[in-house]
Every structure is written in C-alpha cells, then in structure tokens.
C-alpha cells in the first residue's frame, strides 16, 4: 500500500556549524551554477536557436524546433532522478553531485562550441538535442544530490530554510543567465551576436567544473545517509535492495502527486523566463533587452521571496504555504496575459512580479516537503522522481504549448486556460498529500 512516510529525525549526529555552513554554500552554488548552464539554454533558444540551427521554414517553426529542443532537456531529466537517485540512495549524495556538476559543465562549453547548420548541415541539430539531452540527465541528478546536502545537514527547526538555499540556485542561475546575455547583446552588434556573441555564455559554463573538484575534495558525505548508509549494509547482507524498486512497489502514488503538485510552478516559470522572451520580442515587437532586464530584475525579488517562505514553511507547515503558492498561480494567469497583452513593459514587470511572488512561495517550501516524504533510504530517488516528473509535465513543455496555444487560438488567453488546468492538478495533488499527513 501507498503511503508517504512521516519526516525523518534531522541528523542522527550535529555537524560543527562551520561544516554545515560549508556544505549549505557548496550546495547553493552547485545549484545556481547548474541552472545558470540550463537556462542559458532557454534563453538562446528564445533568441537565436531556432535561426542557426533549425533554418528551414517560417520563423514560427524555427522556434517551434528550438523549443522542442529545449523541451527534450527535460524528458532526459527523469533519466538523471534515476540513475542518480539509485546510487545516491546507495553510494551517497556527494558523488552524484560531483558527476552531474561535471556532465554539466562538458555539455554547456560543447553547445559553446557547436558549428551551426550552415557549417556543419544536419550534424549540428542532432549534436545539439544529444548535448541537451546531457543536460537535461545532469540537472535530473544534481537537484536531489544538492537539495539532500542542504536539507540532511540542517539543524532541527530549520530543514525549510536550509532546503531553501538550493531552491535559491533557480533566480540566481536565471540572474547570472539574463546578465551575461544582456552584456554580449550590449557589447556586441546584431550580426555580432548571432555570430559568435551567444556563445559567451555557455564557454562560462568551465566554472562549474571548478566547483565540482571543489565538492569532491573538501565536502562531505550527509550525516542521515551515512547512518542511512549503515542499515543498509547489514540489510544488504540479508536481502537484495533497489531503491528504485521500493518505490515503485510501495511509495508511486506519493511520487506521481509530488509530481502533479509542482508540475503548474515548473510550467509557468518557463512559460516566464522562455515562452514570454518569444511572444513579446516576435509577437509584440518589445525591445529584447528591455525584456531581459525585466526577467533579472524579478528574478532579484526572489532571493528573498523563497527564504521568506521557507522559513514561514517551517514554522506553519509545508503544505498550508504551498497550496496557498499554488491557488495564487490559478487566480493570477488570466491578469498576468492580460497585463503582458499591453505591449507595456511596465505592466509586464508588474504581471511578471506577482506571478513570480507565488511562484516564490510554493518555490521555498518544496525541497524540505519533498524530502520529508520519504525515508533516507530511498530519498534521493523519491524526491528527484517527483521533481523531474512535474519538470516533464510541465517546465520541458510549457514554452512548446505556449507557442502551439498561441498560433491554434490566437489569443494569449489559452496559455491562461493551460496554467490554470495545472493549477487544479497540483491543488487536488497537495489535497491528497494533506489528507495523508493528518491520517498518520
């Protein structure tokens, strides 16, 4: 039977503080510089992609190809959780973290690289999906190892707000993205730019694996996975053990409504950092960097957006501040196109803010929530499925529909109607998550 376990005592023993304050740090940095390679990504196929790479056709469908490009990152994601979470689960959470930082740093300096379609023909798309693809299998990895170390260290009260200092990886990868983007755009010519000038952020990506040399030699394993590590062992002496099989066995529904509860978070976050860089650069004719600026400038509020809420999370509960995130998402996605609509960019730093506010706050809480619904044992795996399941459903696809949307109905009203449908999978998702908690 399914059932989502109570969470799990914080540490079997108390690391020194300035160890715990190591690994919080190596653990944030490991996630902003693996986002920052992600989203470098979206960014460039919003803007150049889709012309140097995917050149037949209209420049909808040049587009379409980049994102479905982009989308393909995603579904490589699960693969990551996976092969990660298994070993993780049973080898421990750093080496899977160094080795997804490392895949990831080697994919983002390739796609710097790459000939485009002109120089290398139909080689270049295919090179591109396959370096993707190790993206998106390297960021499925990191999220759980990253989270884990931050989450497995924190002292008693404050798993939320350590968990926090991941989730922080997010706008300040989507910051750094933004800002090196809008530094080649200004020191550089269009024709510069298409050139060679997108490429400057993707060669940045050889810091990451400074970092991951970083974390292999100076950070160390959790505390609940070594003592997690040692009743494994003397089960292992017993009996055959997959994390893995554990929980598809017994804790799948738990995955699929971890899943089903942040899939709308994942889904509009891209639809705002990639979906909307499209429509209002090539629909509604706004300045790029203008509208790059705005992403950054949003992005700086949550900093101290996430935080906030997590720290709220650990005093009220996980569940009550995300459910409120989630029901703030549904009622904001009509005004939020409907403001974008303007052509403002006012109205469009204003529609962007109050969407990224509730983003923020189911965004602070998710990592200690997801962690706490599974035992140490198979958390890696649990909580890096459910996460990599909502980023399918709903991050790898969201700029895709939001462009099929647009182009079948015509009006932005549609890409409300798809947010909103997300927004009632993940209430009724956290609904059945509450009622478990309160039943055990």
């Known amino acids: 039977m399914d059932t989502a376990p109570s969470a799990q005592p914080l540490t079997p023993t108390a690391p020194a503080v300035a160890n715990r304050r190591r690994v919080a740090t190596a653990a944030a940095l490991a996630s902003a510089v693996e986002w920052y390679d992600y989203f470098v990504f979206g960014i460039a196929a919003a803007l150049v992609l889709g012309d140097l790479y995917f050149p037949a056709g209209s420049p909808t469908a040049g587009v379409l190809a980049a994102f479905a490009t982009f989308a393909v990152g995603f579904l490589a994601r699960p693969i990551g959780g996976i092969v990660a979470g298994q070993l993780g689960d049973k080898r421990g959470r750093k080496p899977m973290l160094v080795l997804a930082l490392t895949l990831m740093g080697i994919a983002t300096t390739g796609i710097g690289l790459l000939p485009t379609y002109e120089t290398i023909g139909v080689a270049a798309p295919i090179l591109l999906v396959l370096l993707r693809i190790a993206q998106g299998v390297a960021v499925g990895a990191q999220w759980g190892g990253a989270m884990l170390m931050a989450t497995e260290y924190a002292p008693k009260g404050k798993r939320g707000v350590y968990g926090s200092v991941v989730q922080l990886g997010v706008p ?14 200004a020191f550089t010519t269009d024709a510069q730019f298409a050139a060679w000038g997108w490429r400057v952020p993707f060669l940045i990506g050889l810091f990451v694996l400074a970092l991951a040399w970083y974390i292999h030699t100076r950070v160390e394993e959790t505390p609940e996975f070594k003592e997690a590590e040692r009743a494994l062992a ?48 090539r629909e509604l004719d706004m300045d790029k960097s203008a509208v790059l600026t705005v992403s950054l400038c949003v992005s700086l509020t949550q900093l101290v957006l996430i935080p906030a809420a997590a720290a709220l999370s650990d005093k009220i509960g996980r569940i009550r501040v995300y459910a409120l995130g989630a029901a703030g998402i549904a009622l904001w996605a009509v005004p939020l196109f409907l403001l974008i609509d303007t052509g403002s960019l006012l109205w ?30 198979m958390r890696y795996t649990g909580a890096s499925l459910g996460y ?49 908690a309160r039943s055990r």
């Not at 300040?172 to 755009?185: D, H, K, P, R, W």
């Not at 730093?349 to 044992?377: D, N, R």
């Not at 895709?400 to 932005?412: H, Q």
Request: proline share 3%; charged share 10%; aromatic share 8%.
């Open 172 to 185: 300040i990868g989507v910051v750094t993205a933004n800002s090196v983007f809008l530094l080649a755009g």
């Open 234 to 281: 003397e089960k292992e002496k017993t009996e055959q053990s997959s994390p893995l099989r554990t929980i598809l066995r017994g804790h799948l529904g738990t995955v699929l409504l971890a899943g089903g509860s942040f899939a709308v978070n994942t889904a509009t976050f891209y639809i705002l950092i990639t979906g909307v860089l499209d429509y209002t650069t």
């Open 348 to 377: 469009l730093a204003v529609g962007s803010f109050v969407a990224s506010c509730f983003l923020s706050i189911m965004y602070g809480p998710q990592a200690a929530l997801f962690a706490e619904l599974f035992t140490p044992e």
């Open 388 to 436: 990599q399941i909502a980023a399918v459903l709903g991050g790898g696809l969201a700029p895709f529909m939001m462009v099929l949307l647009l182009e079948a109905s015509g009006t932005s009203m549609a890409v409300s109607a798809y947010i909103i449908g997300l927004a009632v999978i993940a209430l009724a998702s956290i609904k059945v998550l509450a009622d478990r």
